[in-house]
């Protein structure tokens, strides 16, 4: 039985977000891509904070989500600039990527 490897990423939503919760300031989140809808797409929000999860704290949330790290994964960080148009000035955002794989074996 082969298993499917999906992408998961995390970055620090620095005005909020409204789904799948609403948050008033910065917070994480993760999600993982797959296909379907982007709205359908598994995400977990930590509480508003500017604080990184930790390593366990993203275990955590990716397990809540159905998932773990794919055999060998170790998660990858990237800097790119937060888009021109918020209400704030343009900064550096820090994103990470992880390879992950389904806790139930299936595409999900």
């Known amino acids: ?3 499917q490897i999906f992408g998961a990423q995390m970055s620090l939503r620095c005005c909020g977000t ?3 919760e ?3 300031g910065p917070c994480w989140q993760v999600f993982v891509a797959m296909s379907g809808r982007v709205s359908e ?4 929000t930590w509480p508003t904070s500017g604080d990184v999860p930790t390593p366990d704290q993203r275990l955590e949330a990716l397990s809540e989500l159905g998932f ?3 055999e060998g994964a170790e998660w990858e ?3 790119d600039t937060g888009p021109e148009y918020h209400p704030h000035p343009v900064r550096v ?4 990527a992880v390879k992950v794989r389904s806790l139930d074996g299936s595409a999900a």
Not at 41 to 44: A, I, K, L, R
Not at 93 to 96: E, H, R, Y
């Open 1 to 3: 039985m082969s298993k």
């Open 18 to 20: 409204t789904t799948p």
């Open 22 to 24: 609403v948050t008033a």
């Open 41 to 44: 797409w598994p995400t977990y």
């Open 68 to 70: 773990a790290l794919a």
């Open 77 to 79: 960080w990237t800097e």
């Open 93 to 96: 955002a820090l994103l990470g």
